[in-house]
C-alpha cells in the first residue's frame, strides 16, 4: 500500500532537499497542488516534423511544419481540442493557428495532459515567443482554459521533467507496465517525447540516471523504465515500501526527438490522480 504524501511534507523536503550543482529543481509539481490551472510548459521541439505526423494528426499535411507539445497542469477533455483552441506568437509577434492539435502520442488513460500543435511557427533563428489559449478549451472536470499563457522553451533546449506523479502499480492504466515486484510507479512527465540518443529506445543507461529519494532519507534507483513509447511520460518502476519524496534525473540520458539531451532535472512527487 503506497502513502499519500501531503503537500506540507513535499514543500518541507523541497526547503530541505536543495539542488546538487547544475541541478534545476522543478517547482511546477508544487503549484500543481494548487486549484489553480496552468501551461507547465510550450515546448519548441522540431522545426521540421517528420512523415508519422500525419497519422498523429489524423491525415492532416503537417509534414515539414514545426512541432510543439504544450503541457498542462490538469487533463485535457478531448471533444473541446481544436486547432483554433490556440494561438502561437511568432518572432515578429504576429499570431499563427495551427494546422493540427492533438492529444496523441500522450492519450492514455493516465496522460492526457500534453497536446501537441503543428505549424507554421518559426525556424531555428527566428523562434516563436509564446502560446495562448484563444477558445473555450476545457480541462477533464468542464473547466475552460482560455486565457493561459506561456513562454516557449527554445528549440536547441533539451527537456525537463515538469511534473512526476506517485501512483500504486494496480492503478488503473499502469496494471502490467511494470515488474510484478513494483510496489511504487513515478510517472514522469517531460516537457517533450524522450529517447535514448539517436531515437533508440531507453535502456540501462536512463534507468541509472534517475534517482529517487524516499521518506526514509534513501536514495534509490528505480528497477525498471516502462512505457517506452515515443511519448513525453515515462514510468520509474520502484520496489521499495518507504513512499517517494522526489526524483534526479542526471544529465545527457534523456533526449527529444531533435536528439537534444536532457540537463539536470528533478521534481517533486505529488500523488497521481487516480
Same mark, same amino acid.
Given at each position: 500500500m503506497?502513502?499519500r504524501?501531503? &503537500?506540507t511534507?513535499?514543500i518541507l523536503?523541497f526547503?530541505l532537499?536543495?539542488?546538487? *550543482?547544475?541541478?534545476?529543481m522543478?517547482?511546477s509539481?508544487?503549484s500543481?497542488?494548487?486549484s +489553480?490551472?496552468?501551461?507547465?510548459?510550450?515546448?519548441?521541439?522540431?522545426?521540421?516534423? &517528420?512523415?508519422?505526423i500525419?497519422?498523429?494528426c $489524423?491525415?492532416?499535411?503537417?509534414v515539414?511544419?514545426?512541432g510543439m507539445?504544450?503541457t498542462?497542469s490538469?487533463?485535457?477533455? %478531448?471533444?473541446?481540442?481544436?486547432?483554433e483552441m490556440?494561438?502561437?506568437q511568432?518572432?515578429?509577434?504576429?499570431?499563427?493557428?495551427p494546422?493540427?492539435a492533438?492529444l496523441r502520442?500522450?492519450?492514455e488513460?493516465l *496522460?492526457?495532459?500534453?497536446?501537441?500543435?503543428?505549424g507554421p !511557427?518559426?525556424?531555428?533563428?527566428a523562434?516563436?515567443q509564446g502560446?495562448?489559449v484563444?477558445?473555450?478549451l476545457?480541462?477533464? +472536470?468542464? #473547466?475552460t482554459? #482560455?486565457?493561459?499563457?506561456?513562454?516557449?522553451?527554445?528549440?536547441e %533546449?533539451?527537456?525537463?521533467v515538469l511534473?512526476?506523479?506517485? !501512483?500504486d &502499480?494496480?492503478?488503473?492504466g499502469l496494471r502490467? *507496465?511494470?515488474p510484478? $515486484?513494483?510496489?511504487?510507479?513515478?510517472?514522469?512527465?517531460w *516537457?517533450?517525447?524522450v529517447?535514448g540518443p539517436?531515437?533508440?529506445?531507453?535502456a540501462?543507461?536512463q534507468?541509472?540516471?534517475v534517482?529517487v529519494l524516499?521518506e526514509?532519507? +534513501?536514495?534509490?534507483?528505480?528497477i525498471a523504465l516502462?512505457?517506452?513509447?515515443p511519448?513525453?511520460?515515462?514510468?520509474?518502476c520502484?520496489?521499495?515500501d518507504?513512499?517517494?519524496?522526489?526524483?534526479t534525473?542526471? %544529465?545527457g540520458?534523456f533526449?527529444?526527438p531533435?536528439?537534444?539531451?536532457n540537463?539536470?532535472?528533478?521534481?517533486?512527487?505529488?500523488?497521481?490522480?487516480?
Amino acid at each position: 500500500m503506497t502513502r499519500r504524501i501531503t &503537500p506540507t511534507l513535499l514543500i518541507l523536503v523541497f526547503v530541505l532537499l536543495g539542488c546538487d *550543482e547544475g541541478t534545476t529543481m522543478d517547482t511546477s509539481s508544487v503549484s500543481y497542488l494548487q486549484s +489553480e490551472a496552468t501551461i507547465l510548459s510550450s515546448y519548441y521541439g522540431l522545426d521540421e516534423l &517528420p512523415p508519422p505526423i500525419v497519422i498523429l494528426c $489524423q491525415g492532416l499535411s503537417s509534414v515539414g511544419e514545426d512541432g510543439m507539445p504544450v503541457t498542462f497542469s490538469e487533463q485535457i477533455d %478531448a471533444e473541446s481540442l481544436t486547432p483554433e483552441m490556440f494561438a502561437v506568437q511568432t518572432a515578429d509577434s504576429s499570431w499563427a493557428v495551427p494546422t493540427c492539435a492533438t492529444l496523441r502520442p500522450a492519450d492514455e488513460p493516465l *496522460e492526457l495532459r500534453t497536446v501537441l500543435l503543428t505549424g507554421p !511557427f518559426g525556424r531555428a533563428n527566428a523562434q516563436p515567443q509564446g502560446v495562448e489559449v484563444v477558445g473555450d478549451l476545457l480541462d477533464v +472536470e468542464g #473547466k475552460t482554459l #482560455k486565457g493561459l499563457r506561456s513562454g516557449i522553451t527554445p528549440l536547441e %533546449a533539451g527537456p525537463s521533467v515538469l511534473l512526476a506523479e506517485l !501512483f500504486d &502499480p494496480q492503478t488503473e492504466g499502469l496494471r502490467g *507496465e511494470c515488474p510484478d $515486484q513494483t510496489t511504487q510507479v513515478v510517472q514522469l512527465t517531460w *516537457e517533450g517525447g524522450v529517447t535514448g540518443p539517436d531515437g533508440s529506445a531507453l535502456a540501462e543507461p536512463q534507468r541509472q540516471a534517475v534517482t529517487v529519494l524516499l521518506e526514509n532519507g +534513501e536514495n534509490v534507483t528505480p528497477i525498471a523504465l516502462a512505457d517506452d513509447d515515443p511519448d513525453n511520460f515515462v514510468h520509474a518502476c520502484l520496489q521499495v515500501d518507504s513512499p517517494a519524496v522526489s526524483v534526479t534525473i542526471a %544529465a545527457g540520458y534523456f533526449h527529444d526527438p531533435g536528439d537534444d539531451a536532457n540537463p539536470a532535472t528533478s521534481a517533486i512527487l505529488v500523488p497521481g490522480n487516480e
